[in-house]
């Protein structure tokens, strides 16, 4: 079982940037693929980032690619999200996930935990 909590969403200026953070808890997290994903009112959740278990493999989303970077500390198990140039249409809900599998993904099917989700509010 694997627990994902997440912190570091709050209000930013378009052009600002924020961190995210998704502190993870069980023993195998360096086995497991990680990604973020967001959720905007009244849309479907949506793919942001995804990295594999050892961090040598990443891949974005084109809405964000250029912008944000997803990062992974095994010995903390932790999974980072830099966001910067934020847009107002950044807006959204942002969760952390895990897969049992070392493999990146873009699929919330693929994906077996997730945090309960952090607010990120971009202002025009």
């Known amino acids: 079982q694997v627990q994902l909590v997440e912190s570091g969403g709050g209000l930013v200026q378009a052009g600002g940037s924020l961190r995210l953070s998704c502190a993870a808890s069980?023993?195998?997290?360096?086995?497991?693929?990680m990604g973020w994903f967001r959720q905007a009112p009244g849309k479907d959740r949506e793919f942001v980032a995804t990295?594999?278990?050892?961090?040598?493999?990443?891949y974005y989303a084109d809405s964000v690619k250029g912008r944000f970077t997803i990062s992974r500390d095994n010995a903390k198990k932790t999974v980072s999200l830099q966001m910067n140039s934020l847009k107002p249409e950044d807006t959204a809900v942002y969760y952390c996930?895990?897969?049992?599998?070392?493999?990146?993904?873009?699929?919330?099917?693929?994906?077996?935990?997730w945090g309960q989700g952090t607010q990120v509010t971009v202002s025009s």
């Open positions: 990295i594999s278990s050892s961090g040598s493999s990443l």
């Open positions: 069980g023993r195998t997290f360096s086995y497991y693929g």
């Open positions: 996930a895990a897969r049992t599998s070392s493999i990146m993904a873009m699929s919330t099917r693929l994906y077996d935990y």
